[in-house]
Nanobody, 119 residues
Framework: QVHLVESGGGSVQAGGSLRLSCEASESIFSINAMGWYRQAPGKFRELVTTITSGGSTNYADAVKGRFAISGDNAKRTVYLQMNNLNTEDTGVYYC?????????????WGQGIQVTVSS
């Protein structure tokens, strides 16, 4: 099993910044990619960003140029730097990982962390 622990959420005014972290526990599972989804009140969960173990990244159009994901493979940790936040970024942010061992793949999730942006 892989357990994901998120930290760094909170409340900020529009235009401000927050940094989220997500650490994956040590496990027999390899981590092939990690990233973040978010869910705003009354909306579906949406993909925000992903980073592979090789360092490739992708971003949702809504956050391009404002958010930056980075990773530390040795620490099995990813970071999400969120700048120039706006009220549309409010929601619960969920870390996820693409984990595998041999031919078995699965996707663990973090418990979610609240980000609130006020105008």
């Amino acid at each position: 099993q892989v357990h994901l622990v998120e930290s760094g959420g909170g409340s900020v005014q529009a235009g401000g910044s927050l940094r989220l972290s997500c650490e994956a526990s040590e496990s027999i599972f390899s981590i092939n990619a990690m990233g973040w989804y978010r869910q705003a009140p009354g909306k579906f969960r949406e993909l925000v960003t992903t980073i592979t173990s090789g360092g490739s990244t992708n971003y949702a159009d809504a956050v391009k140029g404002r958010f930056a994901i980075s990773g530390d493979n040795a620490k099995r940790t990813v970071y999400l730097q969120m700048n120039n936040l706006n009220t549309e970024d409010t929601g619960v942010y969920y870390c996820y990982a693409e984990a595998s061992t041999g031919a078995y793949h699965y996707t663990p999730w973090g418990q979610g962390i609240q980000v609130t942006v006020s105008s």
